[in-house]
Each structure stands twice: as structure tokens, then as C-alpha cells.
């Protein structure tokens, strides 16, 4: 009962919240306009330059922002919930590797320069591709898919550090850097429109697999006789994170620990059953990621800081507080 409130209270909280940081993320920016001017864009007569800034810049930027926080948010609760590993992420499956080194291939080879949806078309391939082959591998048991997912992230590593290596110009190398710092700005209506079937698909596949994932809590042989199908179950969870982060981070770039530090933060609030988490880590997911890309646009920085960077910076401590608390509840 406690349990209960205390996910409803959550919920109800970040429905409060969300609204109140996505109007805050339409009016913050580099370019100062008074509020009434920017909105008041939107009803005169267009093309003017606050409807540019909301439709072209902002508004864009704060939908990318909310739906890849979800996503990973999402996804980082499924996968501890599968790999009943408090420390699972979406990367540690190969997804976000294998979408990266498909975005980087296409800048690569120039692909970008030449199709506006080259980076997000061969994320989403890699993506895929990563979660294929993860799953080939990995599919006898939940450690042989957290092997695979560590052999396939590797290999998308090298990958990476390949296209580095051999990078055909300063310029390239300098793009495929930036790319993978992660960023939501700057991304068109178009690249977004591309990627969102492939995330709400990755969703939809993550949607049916709560009673699963609260079941295998109790053990893979204890979920099989309640009438779990592991293999349907693995199935689901790595196609809708290899469709749904793959997407995401094909749009977004390499952007970590938000799937790890989402889960985290809403588990003492709703309890830990996998089926309650997931909501409340999307939404807190979603909010976290777009409260960060609202800090990057205050920050006083010549240059604007990279998404990535930031949540690295936030999560990295998080990180090391987490693996010294389960060291001291490990027997």
C-alpha cells in the first residue's frame, strides 16, 4: 500500500514537473527574447524570428530531449529488470555502440554531407545490427547475453577508434568527435520524424514485458514454470531497446548514465518490482536529460557544453556511490 502512494505521489509529481521544464526549456536559449515577444511569434505573421526560434530551434530541441531521456530511461530499467543486474544500462548490450559506429560511418565516408538522414538511417542499421548479433550469441542465458553485449560493445569500440585513426580529414575527425559528445540541438524535423516510429516500436516491444520481468525476479527456473518464455522475454527486451535507444542514439549521439541513474533514483519511491519502475524511470529519465540541456544553456561557456559530457559528469559520482553501496551490502 505504502508502495503504491509512493508511485502514485512520483508520478503525479513529474506529470507536475514536466510541464513547467518544458516551457522553461522553449524560453531559455542563447538568444535572449522577451517571453511575450517569442510567443506572441507564433500568432504574427510568419516567417519571424521568434517563430523561427520556437519552431525551427527550440521546439525540437525539447521534444528530442524528452523522448531520448525517456527512452533511455526506459530502457536502463528493462534491462536491469532482464539481467537482474542493478548496474545494467542500454550500453551494455552493444546498442548505443553498434548506433554509433553507424552514425560515424556515415560521416565516415561522407554520407552526411551528401543525405541529410544518412546519420540517423545507418544509427538505426548499426543499432540493429549490434542487437542482432547480440542476441545470436547471448541467447542461451542471461550471462552469455551479458558477454555477447560486452563483445559487441568492444567491437563497435574499435570500430570507432578505427574511424578515428584513419579519419580522411581534420575536419571529419573533429565532426565524428563532436557527434559522439552527444548533443539535442541542431536536429531537424525530418531526422526526428525518421527516428520516432523506430522508438515508439522499441516501446511498444518493452510495453509487453512487465508480468515477465516481475516473475523472473523470482528466478529463470521459478518464471518458466509460472509460464514464462525466456527466450520471448530476452527477445522483446533486446528489440525494443535495440529499436528504441538505437534510434535515440542515432539522433542524439553516445549520451550515458541516464538509463543507469533513472531506475536508480525512482526505486526507493516505488519499490522494486521491475513492472512499477519502468514508467517512473521514462518520465524521470526524460525529465533529467531535458533539466541538463536546460543547465547547458544557462552555463556561462563560450562554447556550449555537450550533452554527453554533462550527464557523464553527473553520473560518473553516482556511479562510484553505487558500486561502494552494494559493496557494503554484498555479504
Same mark, same amino acid.
Given at each position: ?69 525517456? #527512452? +533511455?530511461? *526506459?530502457? %536502463? &530499467? !528493462?534491462?536491469? =529488470? @532482464?539481467?537482474?543486474?542493478? /548496474? $545494467? ?54 550471462? #552469455? +547475453?551479458? *558477454?555477447? %553485449? &560486452? !563483445?559487441?560493445? =568492444? @567491437?563497435?569500440?574499435?570500430? /570507432? $577508434? ?54 523472473? #525476479? +523470482?528466478?529463470?527456473?521459478? &518464471?518458466?514454470?509460472? =509460464?514464462?518464455?525466456?527466450?520471448? /522475454? ?98
Amino acid at each position: 500500500m505504502v508502495r503504491l502512494a509512493g508511485q502514485s505521489l512520483m508520478l503525479i509529481l513529474m506529470v507536475l514537473v514536466l510541464p513547467v521544464a518544458i516551457a522553461l526549456s522553449l524560453v531559455v536559449g542563447r538568444v535572449a527574447i522577451p517571453i511575450a515577444e517569442l510567443f506572441g511569434g507564433l500568432a504574427a505573421p510568419k516567417p519571424n524570428l521568434a517563430w523561427l526560434i520556437l519552431a525551427e530551434l527550440r521546439i525540437p530541441r525539447t521534444l528530442l530531449a524528452l523522448v531520448v531521456g525517456a #527512452t +533511455l530511461g *526506459l530502457g %536502463g &530499467a !528493462a534491462l536491469q =529488470g @532482464l539481467l537482474r543486474n542493478p /548496474l $545494467a544500462e542500454p550500453g551494455l548490450l552493444g546498442v548505443s555502440g553498434g548506433a554509433a559506429l553507424g552514425a560515424v560511418i556515415a560521416i565516415y565516408f561522407g554520407l552526411a554531407a551528401a543525405f541529410v538522414l544518412a546519420i540517423p538511417l545507418l544509427g538505426i542499421a548499426g543499432a540493429l545490427a549490434a542487437g542482432a548479433l547480440t542476441f545470436l550469441f547471448g541467447r542461451s542465458g542471461t550471462l #552469455t +547475453l551479458i *558477454l555477447a %553485449g &560486452a !563483445a559487441v560493445s =568492444g @567491437l563497435a569500440g574499435a570500430g /570507432l $577508434a578505427l574511424a578515428l585513426n584513419f579519419a580522411p580529414s581534420p575536419y571529419a575527425a573533429y565532426e565524428i568527435t563532436t557527434w559522439l559528445l552527444g548533443s539535442v540541438a541542431e536536429r531537424d524535423w525530418a531526422q526526428i520524424g525518421l527516428c520516432l516510429p523506430f522508438i515508439l516500436a522499441g516501446w511498444v516491444c518493452l510495453a509487453f514485458t512487465p508480468r515477465g520481468l516481475d516473475l523472473l #525476479t +523470482l528466478g529463470e527456473a521459478q &518464471a518458466e514454470s509460472l =509460464g514464462v518464455n525466456l527466450g520471448v /522475454l530476452r527477445a522483446l527486451v533486446l528489440i525494443g531497446v535495440a529499436l528504441s535507444v538505437g534510434a535515440a542514439t542515432a539522433m542524439a549521439g553516445a549520451i550515458g548514465f541516464v538509463g543507469l541513474v533513472a531506475p536508480h533514483l525512482v526505486r526507493p519511491f516505488v519499490g522494486h518490482q521491475p513492472s512499477r519502475i519502468l514508467l517512473p524511470s521514462a518520465l524521470f529519465g526524460a525529465l533529467l536529460l531535458l533539466a541538463t540541456d536546460i543547465v547547458i544553456r544557462i552555463l556561462p561557456t563560450s562554447n556550449e557544453l555537450k550533452l554527453g559530457v554533462l550527464t557523464s559528469l553527473i553520473g560518473t559520482p553516482f556511479f562510484f556511490w553505487l558500486v561502494l553501496r552494494l559493496r557494503r551490502l554484498s555479504p
